[in-house]
Structures are given as C-alpha cells and as structure tokens.
C-alpha cells in the first residue's frame, strides 16, 4: 500500500498549460503489482485530501489545483491522468473554489513547494481567492524562482516586464525569462525571443528571436508559428524562403489563427511557396474574414467583385469591403470605405440597406443566411 510519502508528481515544476500539454503520467503511485516499480494509476480523490490532510505538499498542491482548475465532483473523483479526462466536451466543467485552492497552494507553499509557491503568486497576481496584490505576487514567484522553478522564473520576468509589483526593468526580465527558457519552458522561450525582436533588455537580434521563435513554436503557440510564416516571408532573421512561409502560417492556420489565416490565403493569391490557387486564396481568406481579420474580408470583398476564385456577386463584394471599413483604422478605413462607395452604387437601394444592417450587427464568427 501507497503512504504519505510515496506520492509522486512528474510534472511538479511545470505551470498549468505545461501539464495539461505534456500529460500522460501527471500523478505516479506505488502499485504492488504492476510490472515497473512505478506506474501511472489513478488517484483517488478521497487519497488525494487525505495524503494532503497528512501534510504532504505534493498531495496539496495536487488538491489545490483541482479546486483551481475543475471542481473535484466532476471529475467523478478521480485526479486526471490524461489531456483527455480535461475536456470539456468529455468531462463538464465545475464550479472553481479559489480561496480553497489557495488555502491548499498555501499550505504546501509554506512547505517550500515551488510549484504551490508560483501558483499563489498567480493567484495574488490575478486576485483569485485573495485580494489582488501584485507586490505579493512577486514575492512568492520570487520563492519558486529562486528554487530553479521554470514558472516562478517566467512570471517574475512577466512583472518585471509588465512593471507590476516591481519597478519595471527589461534586463531583470529577459533575466529571468533566460532562466527559465534554458530549462526548456516554452512561454519563456516566447517571450525571450520577443524580447530580442523588440530589443527590449537586450540588443534587437532578429536572428537570435528566430531561433527561439523556432523552440517555442514545437509547443504548438500559433502566434509564435504565425510569426516565423511573416519573417520567412519578408527575410527577417532567416533567409527570405516562401515556401517555409507558407509552412508555418498553414500550421499557425490550422489551428484557426486569424493573422495566419489570411496570410495563407495571400501566399495563395500570389502564388508564393504555394501554387496559385485563387479558390485556395478565397477559402483562406473567408475563414480570416468570419473571424474578423479586416483586411482578408477586403479581399475576399474584391474576389467576389472580381469573381477570382468564386462565382462574381456584387452583393457579397459591397457586405465584406463594408464590414472591413467598419473595423479597419487610419487610411486602411478611408481606403474600404472608398471602395465598399463604389460597389455599392452598382447594387439596388434595398440590398445596399440590406447589407449595412447586417454589418451594424454582424460579430466575428457570425452565422447568417446564404442569400440577401
């Protein structure tokens, strides 16, 4: 049988989206029988309060972070094991407690609990279960990151950034975000690599932001994938090559990043690193536009006037260059608002007014009927 002491946690060191991400074998136990002298196996929700109960810091910090992230009742009383038994669409969310989450953070933090230590800074930082404190927050990530915690490292380096709880300081943070990056935490990794492109703390290096760009982007971040498409693109950092360009926006793409949506859509249109492909284009572009991208609901306006790529419909050009003019800024505004003008005096009164109630209404992702 399993005591207090032969709790283990694979991933104690690591943040939420770094467990949720990497697990497959988050919580381990000793089982007699099985054929490793560890294995992963289910933790009971009545053994995990009571290891906690006994004082043991990781059990608390297991504790706390269900109360955090998913009220233990739904999770029909078993601590996760998988990225599965955390969907949403598997296990429905319950009701968070954050100030019994933090009274468990607490407790195993006091212990020295590095990962406990971060996540009551993140609740200080966020004011959930305790008063917002931001200063407070920087002393307990200051704890963990001073443990060698890769977390506590990276959101001291957000503070220090930010200036919250501390004086802001770009060199203290891209410091901090170092450490943690070289113990292979990708939001550090992210971050450095802004730091560098930005200059911010460090010399702008557009090379040396590629290549933790390139780290980062393993992880799966679409705005890091999305990035590498624009400087493969325009040969910032890296040799200009538009079919690496292409690469990284599809993957950015596919995981419904607007930005790279259309920047795909455009790669297409042009014919660069991709066949041209003016229906590949128009697809690309619709999915940006549904999103709110202004810019892919301006081309996908003049497809549609043009009738590149889909069948020609004055109507559907005047509702998309409209919408862009609605969310477009500066000169990018006077120059749809031009064009949706034009369009429309070739489209009847009844349409036209058609189109800018729908547009007054019309939210990202917004479903309306095929036909006006």
């Known amino acids: 049988m399993t005591d207090g002491t032969d709790l283990r946690i694979t991933l104690k060191e690591h943040d939420a989206s770094l467990v949720l ?16 002298p560890f294995r992963p196996v289910p933790l009971s929700r009545s053994r995990a309060r009571q290891l906690a109960e006994q004082g043991n810091p990781e059990a608390q910090w297991v504790v706390g972070y269900i109360y955090r992230s998913v009220c233990m009742y739904s999770l029909g009383g078993y601590v996760p094991t998988s990225i599965e038994d955390w969907d949403e669409d598997i296990v429905p969310e319950g009701p968070r407690d954050y100030t019994e989450a933090v009274r468990w953070f607490r407790r195993a933090a006091d212990q020295g609990h590095a990962g406990a230590q971060s996540f009551l800074g993140d609740a200080y930082s966020r004011g959930e279960g305790v008063n917002e404190d931001c200063a407070e927050a920087v002393r307990w990530y200051r704890k963990a990151a001073g443990q060698g915690n890769p977390v506590g490292q990276c959101r001291l380096g957000d503070m220090y950034e930010s200036g919250e709880g501390v004086s802001k300081d770009y060199a203290e943070a891209v410091c901090w975000y170092r450490k943690a990056a070289d113990q ?28 933790r760009y390139r780290k980062a982007a393993g992880w799966g971040y679409s705005n ?3 990035q590498l498409g624009y400087m493969y693109r325009i040969g910032q950092g890296v040799p200009q090559d538009y079919t690496e360009a292409a690469r990284w926006y599809r993957m950015a793409a596919q995981q419904e990043n607007g930005s790279a949506r259309y920047a795909l859509g455009y790669m297409y249109f ?7 492909d003016y229906a590949e284009a128009a697809r690309w572009y619709r999915k940006a536009a549904e999103q709110g991208e202004a810019d892919a609901q301006f081309n996908l306006g003049l497809m549609y006037q043009e009738g590149q790529g889909l069948q020609q419909d004055s109507v559907e050009a005047y509702l998309w260059v409209s919408l862009a ?14 064009e949706a003008a034009l369009i429309g005096a070739g489209i009847a009164s009844a349409q036209v007014a058609e189109v800018q109630r729908l547009v007054s209404a019309w939210k990202p992702n917004w479903a309306r009927a095929s036909s006006i």
């Open 184 to 211: 292979g935490h990708p939001t550090a990794q992210m971050k450095l690599a802004n730091m560098y492109y930005q200059g911010h703390g460090v010399p702008r290096d557009y090379s040396e932001a590629a290549q």
């Open 325 to 338: 003019a609605s969310r477009a800024i500066g000169d990018d505004r006077r120059r749809y608002s031009d």
């Open 21 to 36: 991400s990497k697990a497959r074998s988050d919580l381990v136990a000793r089982e007699p029988d099985g054929p490793a």
């Open 224 to 226: 890091v994938q999305a």
């Open 270 to 276: 042009m014919g660069q690193g991709v066949p041209q």
